[in-house]
C-alpha cells in the first residue's frame, strides 16, 4: 500500500494505459478516472507517464492520497468494490516502458566501482582521479536505446583494441559483454533554461526512481575511450524497471550518506540526508551473483541533479539520470562483472558451479531491490531484466 508504483500496461487489443502495481495485479487508473473515482484521465489513458509526471508535486501528491483512500481497509464498501472492478492481474497485462526518455545521463558516483576500475586499469598510479570527489562524473547517453525490462539485449559488435602493442584492432562481436547494477531517477517538472536546480528543489522536479541496467561491450570501451568517453559501448542498450516508484515512498529508506571529504561546493551541499538505504541484488540466470548496497554511494540523487543543471542546461519531462554502478566494499558488494571477475582474471562462480569471466549468449541478467517501508516492511523497487542474444553481423 505504501509503495503505489507507476507503470504502463496494456491488454490484447485494448491501448497502453497508466497503472499501478498491487501486489499481484496492476490497478486501471484510466479506468479509475472514467469511473469517477480519480480526477484527470488525459494523465493516465495515453501510453506514457509524462503528461502526469508534468503535472507536478501537487498532482502527484494528491492522486497517491486519493489511490491510498480507495484502496484503505477502512474504505467505503461500495468505494472498495468499484475500485476493485479495475484490477487487473498481472499476468493479463504486458508492462511497457513507463515514460518516454528525453535525455539521459550516467553518473559514477560509487567510490567503491571508481577505485576498483582505477585500481585495474591505472595499477601503481591514483585510483581516483582528481575531480572524483569534487564533483559527480558523468556522461550523456542515448535516450533512443533505453529500452523496457524484457528487451532482448543483441550483442553489439564494434572495434576491439589490439592484442599487443603496435598492432591492429580488430572489429567483431564483444567479447567482453557486461551489465550494470544502477538506480535511476526521472524528472517530472521541467526547469528553466540558464537556471541551475539547488538540491532543496529535488522533490518538486523529481517524480521518481527506476532501476536501471546500463549494459557495457568493455573490450570496445577500453579502445573507443581515448581520450573521451564511452560511446558504442554504451549507447546499444540500457533496460530500466517498468514500474517507476514514487520518490514520496522513499522517505523512510533515507540515510545519511558516506562522509564526503573534501566538503562539496555550495551548491553540491544538502541540508538533508539524501542516501537511500536500498538492498540490491544482481542475478545471472537467475542465481545471485552479488549484492550491491546502495546506502554506500558517494554522490547522492540531488546532488547529481544539481550538478547536471549548474550550468543552464533546463530539465525536461522524461529526463532519466542513472546512478553508475553500485558497488560495495566487499566482493560480493560489486554491481558488475568487470569488478567481480577483476577485468577477467577471477572467474565469478555461482552457486550452480557455472562460471563467469563476462556474459555469454543465452544469459539473463537480473536486477532487483527492497527499500525500508515506513512500517518496519519492505517495499519492492520491482526488478528490470535482459537476455543476450547473439550478436548480428552488419
Not at 105 to 115: C, G, I, K, M
Not at 184 to 208: E, K, Q
Not at 348 to 359: E, M, N
Request: proline share 10%.
Amino acid at each position: 500500500m505504501e509503495n503505489l508504483p507507476y507503470g504502463v500496461f496494456s491488454r490484447p487489443g485494448e491501448l497502453p494505459r497508466v497503472g499501478v502495481a498491487i501486489g499481484a495485479y496492476v490497478l486501471d487508473l484510466a479506468g479509475l478516472a472514467s469511473a469517477g473515482l480519480i480526477d484527470d484521465r488525459r494523465w493516465f489513458a495515453s501510453g506514457s507517464l509524462n503528461a502526469f509526471m508534468v503535472a507536478g508535486r501537487a498532482a502527484w501528491d494528491a492522486c497517491r492520497a486519493r489511490l491510498t483512500v480507495l484502496l484503505a481497509d477502512g474504505a467505503d464498501a461500495e468505494l472498495r468494490e468499484r475500485t476493485r472492478a479495475h484490477l487487473v492481474p498481472l499476468g493479463e497485462a504486458e508492462l511497457l516502458r513507463p515514460f518516454e526518455v528525453a535525455d539521459y545521463v550516467d553518473f559514477y558516483s560509487s567510490e567503491h566501482h571508481a577505485t576498483n576500475v582505477g585500481r585495474m586499469f591505472r595499477p601503481g598510479g591514483q585510483a581516483l582521479q582528481p575531480n572524483w570527489k569534487r564533483l559527480p562524473v558523468a556522461y550523456h547517453g542515448r535516450a533512443g536505446t533505453v529500452y523496457p525490462s524484457g528487451t532482448p539485449i543483441v550483442r553489439p559488435c564494434g572495434q576491439r583494441r589490439p592484442s599487443e602493442p603496435g598492432g591492429e584492432p580488430t572489429f567483431g562481436p564483444s567479447l567482453r559483454l557486461d551489465g550494470e547494477v544502477e538506480v535511476g531517477f526521472v524528472a517530472g517538472v521541467p526547469s528553466a533554461p540558464g537556471r541551475g536546480v539547488p538540491t532543496g528543489a529535488f522533490r518538486d522536479h523529481v517524480f521518481g526512481f527506476v532501476l536501471v541496467n546500463d549494459w557495457s561491450a568493455r573490450d570496445l570501451q577500453t579502445w573507443e575511450a581515448q581520450p573521451l568517453g564511452p560511446f558504442l559501448a554504451k549507447s546499444f542498450a540500457t533496460s530500466i524497471s517498468p514500474w517507476v516508484v514514487p520518490v514520496a515512498a522513499l522517505e523512510a529508506a533515507r540515510t545519511a550518506p558516506p562522509r564526503q571529504d573534501p566538503e562539496p561546493m555550495p551548491y553540491l551541499r544538502c541540508d538533508e540526508p539524501w542516501g537511500l538505504d536500498l538492498t540490491l541484488e544482481l542475478l545471472i540466470n537467475g542465481q545471485v551473483a552479488s549484492r550491491p548496497p546502495f546506502a554506500s554511494m558517494y554522490w547522492t540523487s540531488p546532488q547529481q541533479l544539481a550538478h547536471a543543471t549548474v550550468n543552464g542546461a533546463p530539465l525536461r519531462t522524461g529526463d532519466l539520470f542513472a546512478s553508475g554502478t553500485v558497488s560495495g566494499p566487499e566482493r560480493g558488494q560489486r554491481g558488475c562483472l568487470l569488478e567481480l571477475s577483476w577485468n577477467g582474471e577471477e572467474p565469478v562462480v555461482l552457486p550452480d558451479g557455472a562460471k563467469r569471466l563476462f556474459l555469454e549468449d543465452g544469459d539473463t541478467v537480473t536486477i532487483r531491490a527492497t527499500a525500508p517501508g515506513t512500517a518496519g516492511g519492505t517495499i519492492s523497487l520491482g526488478e528490470v531484466t535482459g537476455t543476450i542474444h547473439p550478436a548480428q553481423h552488419p
